[in-house]
């Protein structure tokens, strides 16, 4: 689980909490059956998608392991490349940032 199970569920914004951040906005559902649909209309059943992380921040390995599992459910491969902190900070490369 993300965040160790002290996250709550996003709406697709950044920001919940914060000021600026609509008031009353309607959770989004979860279509995965329409998904599902788009990414085999689109030809893309099976594309793999890298991602690169590290355990920098504790949240980072846990979010791509749950964006892996829900894009699996719509047929996608997401592989997330861990990297140490000291490899991760070195490489040039940008970790999946925490949101």
């Known amino acids: 689980m993300a965040l160790a199970g002290h996250g709550e569920p996003g709406n697709d ?3 919940m ?9 309607e959770p989004r559902e979860r279509e995965v059956d329409k998904a599902r649909k788009l ?3 689109a030809g ?3 594309l793999k998608i890298t991602v690169e992380t590290s355990s920098v921040d504790a949240a ?3 979010a791509a392991d749950l964006m892996a599992q829900q ?3 719509v047929g996608l491969r997401l592989t997330a490349n ?9 490489s040039g490369k940008r970790a999946l940032r925490s949101w």
């Open 13 to 15: 914004l950044f920001g």
């Open 17 to 25: 909490g914060l000021r600026g951040y609509p008031d009353g906005l």
């Open 39 to 41: 990414v085999r209309q």
């Open 44 to 46: 893309a059943d099976g």
């Open 60 to 62: 980072w390995e846990p």
């Open 71 to 73: 894009l699996r459910e």
């Open 82 to 90: 861990g990297a140490t902190p000291a490899t991760a900070t070195r």
